[in-house]
């Protein structure tokens, strides 16, 4: 489990993360969803320390850190080897092939047998329905192509959680689609994700907890199923508004 307590981060004229206290369940997918600006991406990132809060605690499995005090190097590896980000860009290496992008991180990070990561990137590669694209290269795919390589580059990391920032907000309609197919699988086998979204429809089929933030505060934590029954006026607000 990813346990944040009492987590709390601030600009200069922003308070980004307002004393945020919620869990994110091993093995199920948590959605957090809110309005622009609200800190969505902010509280995703701190989990993977890409944003350094001021105040609060965060647990992640068997490794727990103060952002009262400074993180050493050593914390920050511990936290980033446990959690694996997909953002909007995919970020590939345009000079490797897509075997080399996945397998990349395993040998030189994870120091894995160059013959274990291949095998193991050509079976995700084979999940993803890219098995064909293995030597190729990133400018010869599509946006959405190269989004499902980004996402088996995360999971050849092996990671306790996979964090996803609006992975398919740079993609039309179509490649969506192909990205949140692929997404859904990932949710029916269990990984354990969190998901930035706007997209409602994946939210209410695929997740097991919604995270609703506005105004860098938790407004709800709770089951799917409870979130789109409307809780709350300012909840169904929110949910007409996206014309759900």
């Known amino acids: 489990m990813i346990k ?5 981060k601030q600009y200069k004229e922003h308070h980004a993360l307002a004393d945020v206290s919620v869990e994110f369940p091993e093995h199920q997918t948590t959605v957090i969803l809110g309005p622009s600006g609200a800190g969505k991406s902010t509280l995703l990132r701190a989990i993977n320390l890409l944003e350094r809060p ?11 850190v103060d952002f009262a005090h400074p993180l050493s190097n050593k914390e920050v590896l511990a936290v980033r080897r446990k959690t694996a980000m997909v953002f909007q860009s995919w970020n590939l290496f345009p000079h490797l092939t897509i075997l080399k992008n996945i397998t990349a991180g ?16 050509l079976a995700l590669l ?12 990133p400018g010869q795919l599509s946006g959405g192509q190269q989004q499902r390589i980004s996402i088996c580059r995360a999971l050849a990391m092996d990671p306790y959680y996979i964090l996803f920032d609006e992975p398919t907000s740079a993609l039309d309609p179509e490649l969506e689609a192909q990205v949140l197919r692929v997404l859904q699988d990932l949710a029916k086998r269990q990984n354990s994700m969190i ?4 997209n409602m429809e994946f939210a209410r089929r695929v997740a ?7 105004d860098g505060r938790v407004e709800f934590a709770g089951t799917s199923a409870a979130f ?17």
């Not at 944040?4 to 709390?8: K, M, P, Q, S």
């Not at 998901?195 to 706007?198: A, G, L, M, S, W």
């Open 4 to 8: 944040l307590t009492h987590v709390d």
């Open 195 to 198: 998901v930035v979204t706007h």
């Open 208 to 214: 097991d907890q919604i995270v609703f933030v506005e």
């Open 228 to 244: 789109f029954n409307r809780p709350t006026e300012r909840i169904a607000a929110f949910l007409d508004a996206m014309k759900f």
């Open 54 to 64: 001021q105040q609060g605690q965060m647990t992640i499995g068997d490794l727990t």
């Open 106 to 121: 395993p040998i030189h990070v994870l120091k894995q047998d160059p013959a274990t990561a291949e095998k193991r990137a």
């Open 126 to 137: 084979e999940q993803v329905g890219l098995a064909e694209t293995a030597h190729r290269y």
